[in-house]
């Protein structure tokens, strides 16, 4: 079987409104990929950075799969978190990314958004905190029903992810 390891990190996050932030992470994969070693999922501590407008995780991302089929190629989903000065958690936006299918190390910026919700949910937002948030975290990654929402773009996360590819020669798939 051919194998796919991903080793890398979720380094910060940038451009989001307020500070004091964390991140909730997972993998998604094909029925064909089998996962060898690792976590699929896992979340960051919180940040509250004092004079940047970056917030920095260094949060370790290692997985080690096996696949029989290039089809359902693993990708990366995110949730941004808010954490306001009584500990309470606010969603401050979802974003994915595939990961790289080349081999190397490999800098990605990840968009994010959220959404938006009536008119009605915006103005208790304001007042009284918390917000929309999607029932079936599935929509994060699934583009065919994605495009129906109302969303707010957000900020970035940054990762370094390293790919290492082994035995895709033997199945014919040039890297």
């Known amino acids: 079987m051919a194998e796919v390891h991903i080793i890398g990190q979720i380094y910060g996050a940038t451009g989001f409104p307020d500070h004091s932030l964390f991140c909730k992470w997972g993998i998604h994969a094909g029925g ?3 996962v060898l070693a690792g976590d699929r999922e896992g979340q960051s501590q919180v940040d509250n950075p004092v004079n940047q407008e970056a917030a ?24 941004i978190w808010h ?15 595939h990961v790289p299918t080349s081999p190397g190390m490999h800098n990605i ?11 009605r949910e915006q103005i208790t937002q304001s007042f009284l905190g918390g917000g929309p948030q999607l029932k079936n975290p599935d929509l994060i990654y699934s583009s065919a ?21 082994r035995n895709f020669d033997k199945f014919g798939i040039e890297c």
């Open 32 to 34: 064909a990929w089998k």
């Open 56 to 79: 920095f995780f260094g949060h370790p991302i290692d997985i080690h799969f096996a696949t029989k089929g290039l089809q359902g190629w693993p990708k990366l989903h995110f949730q």
């Open 83 to 97: 954490q306001d000065s009584f500990g309470r958690n606010e969603l401050y936006g979802y974003g994915f990314c």
């Open 109 to 119: 910026e990840c968009q994010t958004w959220k959404p938006s919700g009536t008119y």
């Open 145 to 165: 029903l994605r495009c129906k929402l109302v969303t707010t773009a957000m900020g970035t996360i940054h990762l370094k992810i390293g790919v290492i590819l």
